[in-house]
């Protein structure tokens, strides 16, 4: 048994996210063997971000260079090298990346890609071949204009809706596309390619240009969720000939090839290793946490998503739909919200003394329903819904201007997870008997936060052991990405891996104190909406 698993196969997971780079490995049985990260901020600082990524004066443009990521790739792999590491055993690897994001590729890198030279870095390599150096991210909110060009070209923000699973949103990469090519036409014109975070690092790999896969690229505006191709009408609307920039999308479960020469002769890969098409971080958790049809998933991350396993499309001007990235067939439904992490931070920082463990211990000592008090924490310009600034209120519903802090900390982590509820529900899901709320992300890790969540949805609350569940999926998409073109599932691929745990269940009066609640809080999130914006 342990010689097996000392020689056997492996599976590499990567996840390109906001804040970092990371790996994950697995053998045969799905047992991680192997994880590691680099961390955007703290470990390439002299790209200067802040949480993986700069926010520009305007406040709404977001950036992250492009040369950060790649560096970021070369320090993990060396990291894994120094850890002994063995690349040679690694037949398939795949990976995910922050959705939406776009990277242009400057004439001419392809052949760089091809011809990679073993003894440097990448990120030396590399250095001249990004027309945009620095990359629109999905925090993005500066495209205003283009989303309404974009509606106004297809019929309408329902139509939009039906073709590509959602309505115009500011971080989709169509119409990030649409503001590079006005605002930066130089950089355009000299560009041959445009990829998804995704499709990028899959790039690197390849040593040639990646496939967008159907589940990243519905993150686009641009693809035709039904058919699976690029919508004419979307793509005529954002560029010409933009087609020959992106590509033809491929299956989320593709094997794209193998791995270039380079990773070969520099790190000791087998020429056998195959690459599989990356996919959104997303997607990749839906994956990872083997999500089922009726389950729900909560991504506690740099952003907080809701997501579900659906079957049919039915897309709506508020949340999306994405093609699914372990069945063709079936899709996937998601909820964004922008405030999620960086804001718990905040709020850790101002009223728990800068520790999570204070945070966890307020949660613990306050009362389910926070004595009435509701909060509405939205730093910077939400996604869902699309509102700013922080809004408390008593339990009265007279606004107030600040709260105790004990107080403060649960309201925000109350008043985030009754956003995803109310929000989640009108997508159409509903919590019945049985449903289970599978929990990932960063702080997935905080039991406190996770009673919270299993009170709020009145149901229980699971985690799988890490709480890096892309990355994780990315190598379980490795694995059946091989094992698929024999005609195997997905579920039947890993059905070795071990199943969620029980990590909250909710509290006796969950129920009775958060029904109310959710409707006031439905009431004073109307009243949000229609404060002036500063
Ligand atoms: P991403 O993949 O978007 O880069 P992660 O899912 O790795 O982000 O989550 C990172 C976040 O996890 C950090 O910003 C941090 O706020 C949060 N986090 C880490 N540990 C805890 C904890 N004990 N309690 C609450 N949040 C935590
Ligand atoms: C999803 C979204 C974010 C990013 C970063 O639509 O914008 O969740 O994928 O994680």
Request: aromatic share 8%; hydrophobic share 40%.
């Amino acid at each position: 048994m342990m010689a097996a698993a000392q020689d056997g196969p492996l599976y590499l997971g990567f996840d390109f996210s906001t804040q970092q780079l990371k790996v994950v490995a697995v053998d045969g049985n799905l047992s991680v063997v192997h994880q590691d990260n680099v961390q955007f901020d703290s470990e390439l600082p002299e790209f200067r971000t802040q949480g993986g990524v700069h926010i520009h004066a305007d406040k709404l443009t977001v950036t992250s260079p492009v040369l950060m990521w790649v560096k970021a790739l070369d320090l993990l792999l060396d990291k894994m090298k120094k850890a002994g590491f063995d690349f040679s055993r690694v037949i398939g690897l795949s990976g995910s990346g922050q959705q939406h994001g776009s990277v242009y590729w400057r004439r001419g890198a392809s052949e760089t890609l091809k011809q990679l030279d073993p003894n440097r870095d990448l990120h030396h390599l590399l250095r001249d071949s990004f027309s945009v150096a620095d990359a629109p991210v999905w925090m993005d909110s500066s495209t205003g204009h283009q989303c309404q060009d974009l509606q106004a070209a297809v019929g309408g923000p329902r139509r939009l809706a039906e073709i590509t699973g959602s309505r115009a949103y500011e971080r989709f990469t169509g119409n990030q596309i649409a503001k590079v090519r006005h605002t930066q036409p130089e950089s355009y014109q000299h560009t041959e390619r445009i990829s998804l975070v995704s499709s990028f690092a899959a790039s690197l790999f390849l040593g040639d240009y990646a496939a967008i896969d159907f589940s990243d690229g519905s993150g686009m505006n641009l693809l035709d969720i039904r058919s699976r191709t690029w919508s004419e009408v979307c793509l005529d609307a954002v560029a010409p000939q933009l087609d020959r920039l992106l590509g033809a999308p491929l299956p989320s479960t593709s094997v794209l090839g193998g791995v270039s020469s380079y990773w070969v002769r520099r790190f000791g890969f087998s020429e056998r290793c195959r690459v599989v098409a990356f996919t959104g971080d997303n997607p990749a958790s839906l994956a990872g946490m083997r999500l089922q049809d009726g389950d729900i998933a909560v991504s506690l991350g740099t952003s907080d998503t809701v997501f579900l396993w659906i079957q049919e499309p039915r897309p709506a001007l508020e949340g999306h739909v994405f093609c699914n990235p372990v069945d063709w067939r079936a899709y996937m439904a998601l909820l964004c919200f922008k405030n999620g992490s960086l804001t718990r931070e905040r709020i850790r920082n101002r009223s728990a003394g800068g520790s999570w463990e204070r945070f966890s211990a307020t949660l613990r000592e306050t009362p389910l329903g926070n004595g009435g008090n509701i909060g509405f924490f939205f730093d910077t310009m939400e996604i869902t819904p699309p509102a700013v600034g922080v809004h408390l209120f008593d339990s009265g519903d007279k606004q107030v201007s600040s709260l105790s802090p004990q107080v403060e900390v649960r309201a925000l982590v109350e008043g985030q997870f009754l956003s995803r509820r109310l929000h989640a529900e009108r997508l159409g899901y509903s919590i019945i008997p049985g449903t289970r709320v599978l929990a990932t992300g960063g702080a997935s890790s905080n039991k406190e936060i996770l009673q919270v969540l299993s009170d709020v949805f009145n149901a229980p609350v699971y985690t799988i052991d890490l709480s890096n569940s892309a990355c994780l999926g990315s190598a379980y998409r490795a694995l059946h990405g091989l094992a698929a073109e024999s005609g195997l599932s997905f579920f039947d691929a890993v059905k070795k891996a071990s199943n969620p745990q029980l990590a909250a269940t909710p509290h006796p009066t969950a129920q009775e104190v958060y029904a109310p609640m959710l409707k006031r809080y439905a009431l004073l999130e109307e009243r949000v909406l229609q404060e002036p914006r500063l």
